[in-house]
């Protein structure tokens, strides 16, 4: 997978708060308004319960284009879930 990659790793240590815990997501604040990361629960490293206010460390390097070509179906996919995503936190906010 690595060899689509043209450039070499250049990995540099980042902070950041974690803002929101959900079941199955952390959301964390860059710090020095770099923005936010959404990453998978199971991905965090922790031997403490995960609490919002947290703060992280973690090696990052920057995402690389691998092909000109767009994947339509993974977009797709991606945009409906974004949409039903939505959907749901404004039922919530109605209720």
Do not use: C, W
């Not at 902070?15 to 308004?33: L, M, P, S, W, Y």
């Not at 936010?36 to 690389?64: A, C, W």
Request: net charge neutral; hydrophobic share 35%; no cysteine.
């Amino acid at each position: 997978m690595t060899n689509k990659l043209k450039y070499i790793s250049t990995e540099s240590y980042y902070e950041g708060i974690i803002v929101e815990v959900t079941d199955a997501a952390v959301i964390i604040d860059f710090k020095g308004r770099l923005g936010q990361l959404k990453v998978p629960r199971r991905m965090v490293i922790s031997n403490d319960e995960l609490e919002v206010g947290h703060q992280v460390g973690f090696m990052m390097t920057y995402p690389e284009v691998i092909s000109k070509e767009i994947d339509e179906t993974y977009t797709e996919s991606a945009k409906r879930q974004m949409e039903a995503r939505r959907k749901a936190d404004e039922r919530n906010k109605n209720k």
